[in-house]
Structure formats: C-alpha cells, structure tokens
C-alpha cells in the first residue's frame, strides 16, 4: 500500500473538485453514517464513541433506527434530526440518541425540546410502565459559533449543584461548533479532534492524508465519495448548492442594494451608543459637583445638553 501524503498534499487547488461530499449536508450525513446498512453502521458506532466517549459509561456496539411514536408538539419543525437511534453498549443496556445538525436560532432551547421529546415519546400505554426512562444523548452540530471561549466541544448534563455530581442520566447534550476547529490536524491528536477536522474538511480533501491514516476513516472516505451516490441522490445533493450558492448571491445584492441605508442605520445605533456613554459620564461628573464647563471640555456635550440633564 502507498504511503500517505501529508494534508498539505492533499488539499483541493483552486479549480479542482474533492471526491468527497460535504458530511454537513443531510443527505450525505446520511449516507456515510446509514444505520441500516452494515458497512455504514459501523461508521455510526465508531462516530459516537469517540464523540461521546467522556459522557459514555459504557462503549456502544451497535445501533439501529428508533421509529419515533409521534410528533407531541405538533410542530414541523419538531422532527428534524438526522438519526433517531436506538443504540446498545457492551453491557446490553439501552440508550436513545438523536443526532442534529442545527441551525443557529434557539439553540440550546431547541435541544433541550429534542431532548425532552425522546423521553417522552418512550411512555407506554397501559398502566405497566414504571418510568424507566433511558439515557438520552443529544448531539448538535453546528457551523454556527454558539459560545464565546475556545472551545469546540460543550457538554452538559443535569448535575447536582453542590457537589457537581450527575443528579441523574435522563438528560445528556453535546453541542459541537464545527466553525472552530481550525484547518489543521496532527498525527497525535486524539480521536475527537480527527472526527471533527474530518467532518468540516472532508470535502476540501482530494484524498485522504497521513494525518487520518486510520481504518475508520479509510472506510468512511469510501462511502463519502460523491461517486457512490445514485442520480437521484447527486441532484438532491447539488441542488443543496444551487440553494445555498442563490442564498448567498441574493444577500449580496440585497446588501449591495442598501448599502447606504444599512451603513446609515450601523452608524445612527453607533452614534446613540456613544451618546449614551457620554450622557451616563456627564450626570455622573454633575453628582460629583464638577464644574459645568469642565464636564464639556471631557464629554462632548454642550452647556445646554448638560443643563436638560
């Protein structure tokens, strides 16, 4: 077998095409991570343990699709996931996850609705059920950045709040900003930070490098290659493009368009902004019985604005 180039080979030059789809695109999220179908199952498993792996008390073995009861809310947006699964750990026990890749508005609400519908669509009929809920996991991934530090990976659980201690396991999230993982990968880096270079970049690759010189991710290039999609699949995969290359020229031109009135607007807020501030400074000086004519000279203001004080 050829030795691997390193990424700095394998990048795609400007003109040329990767073989590989964008995973951020549903349909082919889908396609390399299929529970149904055995080559991609395993693709999903080695997914969720590395992603989860700090979270997990036990490793998953396999997984299959969870038939989702109904939708409670009504909603149409409520079931929007890319997998409703029902997965099992080395030990036989149960877990439902629901893997997401969100949009920016209500994010964390949203999870926490996601969340809150896996467990309850697990009520039985009948008086029989005796709340023996399952884990649930959430897993958001995001091209949007969602919190203000460094960190690509958030998790949370509901813990008690002395100790920090889990309270109990009903509730588990993970969200994962794609948008900070930088283009950039190391031989040593852990498990995680490949699945997430792989995951934002895969389709900036012309193959696969040095860097992710592993089974899983040789296995995961195969079933990411555009190639392998039928027909039908490749048009609905472009015309994901096409809509967000026509998004993309129509906030251009919208721009383009009021210019001068959106720049208008970011000045008047601006200037409202610092007017403020000086206001707030100027009463501040008055309370502090500062000479009227000094308080001009380091606010701004006129005599007159600060006598309407």
């Not at 050829?2 to 795609?12: N, T, W």
């Not at 991710?217 to 999609?229: G, N």
């Amino acid at each position: 077998m050829a030795k691997r180039k390193p990424l700095k080979d394998c990048i795609v030059k400007p003109g040329e095409k990767s073989p590989f789809a964008n995973l951020l695109v549903d349909l082919a999220f889908k396609k390399a991570f299929d529970p149904d179908k055995p080559s991609s199952r395993e693709n999903l498993v080695n997914l969720l343990n590395d992603l989860l792996e700090p979270q997990l008390k036990r490793p998953i073995v396999t997984v299959k699709t969870r038939n989702v009861a109904h939708n409670l809310s009504g909603s149409r947006e409520s079931r929007t996931a890319i997998f409703d699964l029902h997965c099992e750990d080395d030990m036989g026990n149960l877990i439902e996850i629901e893997v997401q890749i969100r949009k920016q508005d209500h994010f964390l609400k949203r999870l926490a609705f996601y969340a809150s519908e896996i467990i309850a669509n697990q009520a039985e009929p009948g008086d029989e059920w005796d709340y023996d809920i399952k884990p649930t996991y959430v897993i958001a991934l995001t091209q949007h950045t969602m919190f203000g530090d460094d960190r690509i990976v958030h998790r949370a659980t509901v813990t008690d709040l002395d100790t920090g201690e889990q309270f109990l396991d009903t509730f588990n999230f993970t969200a994962i900003e794609l948008s900070k993982v930088p283009f950039f990968i190391e031989p040593g880096s852990s498990s995680l930070r490949k699945w997430l270079f792989f995951l934002r970049f895969l389709d900036k690759l012309k193959e696969l490098p040095a860097e992710l010189d592993e089974k899983k991710f040789e296995q995961l290039t195969e079933s990411s290659k555009v190639s392998k999609f039928s027909k039908e699949e490749f048009e609905a995969y472009q015309k994901v493009y096409h809509e967000k290359w026509d998004h993309n020229v129509m906030v251009k031109g919208v721009f383009e368009e009021f210019a001068d009135e959106i720049n208008a607007k970011v000045e008047e807020r601006a200037s409202k902004k610092v007017n403020e501030r000086e206001r707030e400074m100027a009463k501040a000086m008055l309370a502090d019985n500062v000479p009227v004519e000094k308080i001009a000279a380091y606010s701004g203001l006129s005599v007159e604005e600060i006598a309407r004080l």
